[in-house]
């Protein structure tokens, strides 16, 4: 009897070991598995950590690969056209705004490789890294629903922007093609190398019905040299800026520009009936004989400034030396020397602003300016005021087209 009892218990601490070993080794399964789970946690926080937020650093990086996704669907990869203008777009960001990370309200995520995924807002036009408080604006929202798809090898791809074609040439040396086009921005291309030109044009600037404004390519030489023109209007008429190009080495170089054409007043001397201009493009003074009637607006406007106490003397019209400027109103390629060499002849035409602050006569004086195209280059030639002008066969170069 004493033998059946104590085979009985051993049994029983048999069952009951068994028992608590099988629920230990359960709970050591399940912490590992707890530790295991944490750990990728961490292992996925830790990589996101390590993940890029700088947005400088992204502007400045090469070669970068994105992908793109809509709507939390799948991601799918742009090309380098694409992406090089939806990082130049970023690039255009304003001073970041604080955004509160406890919401999340985007409709498009970039991943680019060694950094957060940016969130974009559409609606809003602004875009953040994941995580981030910092929020910035951009026009890349604002160009996003021009995205072409194309379908690469099978599968989704980014393409590029929708484009209009604003005009285009043929280069006369390397004989490749020049493209001016619009696709949010106004760009200028050759081959896969392109150039921004106008950054704040709508599609009605450039497509309305009155005075739009217009672009004009036309080579200058068989040395890959061309000539960008672009047309607008101010209140007196037709204002045009033109841009020398170079293509050369597979990249498009300014040369020129009609921007640097400026001047300023030097000096209104009375009694000589002359107003001197400074030239700082050129390093040059020029001297303007006065007319009676605006000597007496001279005097009229002096004498109004010294009664309200303004000594007009050099060191007020140093102070006050912008208030002219000289507005490029036409552009031609002519030969008017008859050397048989064509040279580009610019009319401008002098206006006043800051009337009320200086004796400036209101002039609407206009005048040539010649420049030579020699060594692939515009070298300045001669300028010629209408008022002093003796050639009555440049008579027509004053005559502006409004």
């Not at 994941?130 to 604006?137: K, M």
């Not at 293509?247 to 209104?268: A, H, L, M, Q, R």
């Not at 040059?284 to 003397?313: C, F, H, M, N, P």
Request: proline fraction near 2%; glycine fraction near 4%; charge should be negative.
């Amino acid at each position: 009897m004493k033998k059946l009892i104590i085979i009985t218990c051993l049994v029983f601490l048999a069952l009951v070991g068994c028992h608590n070993n099988g629920e230990e080794k359960s709970d050591i399964t399940q912490v590992d598995k707890g530790i295991n789970e944490n750990q990728s946690l961490e292992d996925n926080n830790l990589d996101n950590k390590k993940l890029n937020s700088n947005i400088e650093d992204l502007l400045s990086s090469e070669g970068v690969k994105l992908k793109i996704s809509q709507d939390n669907s799948e991601f799918f990869p742009a090309s380098e056209e694409f992406t090089n203008k939806v990082i130049e777009l970023i690039s255009r960001h304003g001073n970041s705004i604080w955004r509160d990370t406890n919401t999340d309200n985007y409709d498009v995520i970039l991943r680019c490789d060694g950094f957060k995924d940016i969130h974009m807002n559409l609606e809003c036009g602004s875009f953040w890294f994941e995580d981030s408080e910092e929020l910035y604006i951009s026009p890349v929202a604002d160009r996003w629903n021009n995205y072409i798809i194309k379908i690469i090898n099978g599968k989704p791809m980014y393409s590029s922007f929708k484009k209009t074609i604003l005009g285009k040439i043929q280069l006369q040396n390397s004989m490749d093609e020049a493209v001016l086009f619009y696709d949010g921005d106004v760009r200028l291309q050759v081959n896969n190398y392109d150039i921004l030109i106008d950054d704040y044009l709508s599609e009605s600037d450039l497509f309305r019905e009155h005075n739009p404004v217009k672009y004009e390519l036309i080579n200058i030489n068989n040395e890959d040299l061309f000539l960008l023109t672009r047309n607008s209007y101010d209140r007196n008429g037709k204002v045009i800026n033109q841009y020398l190009y170079k293509y050369e080495n597979e990249k498009i170089e300014n040369i020129w520009s009609t921007d640097s054409i400026d001047c300023d007043v030097e000096y209104i001397d009375v009694n000589k009936k002359s107003l001197y201009i400074n030239f700082p493009f050129i390093n040059e003074k020029y001297q303007i004989k006065l007319t009676q009637d605006e000597i007496k607006e001279v005097k009229r406007l002096k004498e109004q400034l010294e009664s309200e106490g303004i000594i007009v003397d050099e060191n007020f019209y140093k102070n006050t030396s912008d208030n002219l400027i000289c507005v490029p109103r036409q552009s031609q390629i002519k030969d008017i020397d008859n050397n048989d060499i064509n040279e580009l002849v610019i009319t401008i035409q002098f206006d006043n602003v800051g009337m009320t602050m200086s004796p400036i006569p209101s002039m609407n004086a206009k005048a040539i300016i010649v420049f030579n195209i020699q060594d692939n280059n515009i070298v300045f030639s001669n300028i010629i005021f209408e008022r002093d002008n003796v050639n009555k066969d440049l008579d027509y170069l004053f005559k502006s087209n409004q």
